[in-house]
């Protein structure tokens, strides 16, 4: 008999030959459409279980950094492409999706991780150190790339000169590698899963299960990418469909920019709350901060580098309202990072700055 071909292959293929036969052939109809979003929460879920088949085989944080930065590089192209046709009106949407992102991994996925990873163990157990790191990088990125825009002078409104552009596109790509650096190579011992006290975690049980060979574990990373550029190509196929859902409901424009940071962000939103219902907090904080970075250390050197043929201008400057949210979330965060142990009040405090950033994203 032959062998049968599971979902999370045929998925994600399925996805990727539908994306690229109906590519370029206009706004897909009502059936076509949902069809399509059929197909693209398939591969969401593929993605995850080959990101986690690839992060069995190379082991924490080599698994989460996997998936942070191949989800970053396709939604970087992404951007750039619905910025080259998108012309003025698309001027913040970089802005708006890598604020998204980071509004969604620091307290999205970090706050649903600790919220899972409390109510089954009580009190969940991470490394400071290293999620602190992370923080602090991510901070300093957001800052540089994001905040500082709207205070600079050279240029008007909220955008940075040429030449800051060039300084903070740099600046942005060399933190990012080296907390790479540090994550994989110089403190590795930091970022690695914490065993929860208290109760057996299903971490402890799968920790000494036999990794996938390499075979396995090259066709789950082709597979992987496979599934994430189905995700990010049908969700841009869709993304007509969410501007006009998106005017219907009388939405400012900008909330286009949120939408696709939620879709393109699922499979480490997925992976993340299934991490901390294994006892695994501290990859579910790598995920998160580790997207975040990803978002903004890998996107703003690439829309720099894109600003040279894109037309247009660049906004990337936050507006009052964003500011205090990301200066309060950056607080909670610390106060949530420190002790190196949370309970499902972090989590959900997490969760209700995440619903106030959709709340008055709609209603400014």
Same mark, same amino acid.
């Given at each position: +008999?032959?062998? #049968?071909?599971?979902?999370?292959?045929?998925?994600?293929?399925?996805?990727? *030959?539908?994306?690229?036969? !109906?590519?370029?052939?206009?706004?897909?109809?009502?059936?076509?459409?949902?069809? &399509?979003?059929?197909?693209?929460?398939?591969?969401?879920?593929?993605?995850?279980?080959?990101?986690?088949?690839? $992060?069995?085989?190379?082991?924490?944080?080599?698994?989460?950094? *996997?998936? @942070?930065?191949? *989800?970053?590089?396709?939604?970087?192209?992404?951007?750039? &492409?619905? +910025?080259?046709?998108?012309?003025?009106?698309?001027?913040?949407?970089?802005?708006?999706?890598?604020? @998204?992102?980071?509004?969604?991994?620091?307290?999205?996925?970090?706050?649903?991780?600790? =919220?899972?990873?409390?109510?089954?163990?009580?009190?969940?157990? %991470?490394?400071?150190?290293?999620?602190?790191?992370?923080?602090?990088?991510?901070?300093?990125?957001?800052?540089?790339?994001?905040?500082?825009?709207?205070?600079?002078?050279?240029? $008007?409104?909220?955008?940075?000169?040429?030449?800051?552009?060039?300084?903070?596109?740099?600046?942005? =790509?060399?933190?990012?590698?080296?907390?790479? %650096?540090?994550?994989?190579? #110089?403190?590795?011992?930091?970022?690695?899963?914490?065993? /929860?006290?208290?109760?057996?975690?299903i971490f402890d049980e799968e920790s000494h299960a036999e990794p996938p060979?390499? $075979?396995?574990? =090259?066709?789950?990373?082709?597979?992987?990418?496979?599934?994430?550029? $189905?995700?990010?190509?049908?969700? &841009?196929?869709?993304?007509?469909?969410?501007?006009?859902?998106?005017?219907?409901?009388?939405?400012?424009?900008?909330?286009?920019?949120?939408?696709?940071a939620l879709l393109v962000l699922l499979p480490e939103t997925l992976a993340?709350?299934?991490?901390?219902?294994?006892?695994?907090? /501290?990859?579910?904080?790598?995920?998160?901060?580790?997207?975040? +970075?990803?978002?903004?250390?890998?996107?703003?050197?690439?829309?720099?580098?894109?600003?040279?043929?894109l037309k247009g201008p660049l906004i990337l400057g936050l507006g009052p309202?964003?500011?205090?949210? %990301?200066? =309060? !979330?950056? *607080?909670?965060?610390?106060?949530?990072?420190?002790?190196? #142990?949370?309970?499902?009040? /972090?989590?959900?405090?997490?969760?209700?700055?995440?619903?106030?950033?959709?709340?008055?994203?709609?209603?400014?």
């Open positions: +008999m032959r062998e #049968r071909i599971s979902w999370n292959v045929l998925v994600p293929l399925t996805a990727l *030959v539908t994306l690229a036969s !109906t590519w370029g052939g206009g706004h897909p109809g009502p059936i076509l459409s949902a069809i &399509e979003a059929i197909l693209l929460i398939g591969a969401v879920l593929a993605a995850v279980h080959h990101a986690e088949v690839v $992060a069995h085989r190379v082991g924490e944080p080599f698994g989460s950094l *996997v998936l @942070a930065t191949a *989800v970053t590089v396709i939604e970087l192209a992404l951007i750039i &492409e619905l +910025m080259a046709s998108g012309g003025n009106d698309a001027a913040t949407l970089a802005r708006d999706t890598a604020f @998204a992102a980071l509004m969604i991994t620091t307290n999205g996925i970090a706050g649903l991780s600790l =919220l899972l990873g409390s109510r089954r163990y009580g009190v969940t157990l %991470f490394n400071p150190h290293g999620s602190g790191a992370a923080l602090a990088t991510l901070t300093t990125l957001a800052t540089l790339s994001l905040a500082l825009p709207t205070f600079t002078t050279t240029r $008007a409104g909220q955008e940075f000169s040429p030449g800051q552009l060039a300084f903070a596109a740099v600046a942005s =790509l060399l933190l990012y590698l080296l907390f790479v %650096f540090t994550q994989t190579v #110089r403190h590795r011992d930091f970022f690695l899963p914490i065993s /929860q006290k208290g109760q057996q975690s060979d390499n $075979a396995a574990a =090259l066709r789950s990373l082709g597979l992987l990418l496979v599934a994430l550029l $189905a995700v990010v190509g049908l969700a &841009e196929q869709e993304s007509p469909a969410v501007e006009k859902l998106v005017s219907a409901a009388g939405f400012p424009h900008s909330f286009v920019g949120v939408v696709i993340a709350g299934r991490a901390a219902r294994q006892g695994r907090i /501290q990859t579910s904080l790598n995920l998160a901060y580790g997207s975040a +970075m990803a978002s903004i250390g890998l996107t703003i050197p690439g829309i720099a580098l894109a600003s040279i043929w309202t964003q500011l205090a949210l %990301f200066a =309060l !979330t950056v *607080v909670i965060s610390v106060l949530t990072v420190v002790p190196g #142990r949370a309970t499902r009040l /972090q989590g959900e405090v997490h969760l209700v700055l995440l619903a106030a950033f959709l709340f008055l994203a709609i209603i400014p």
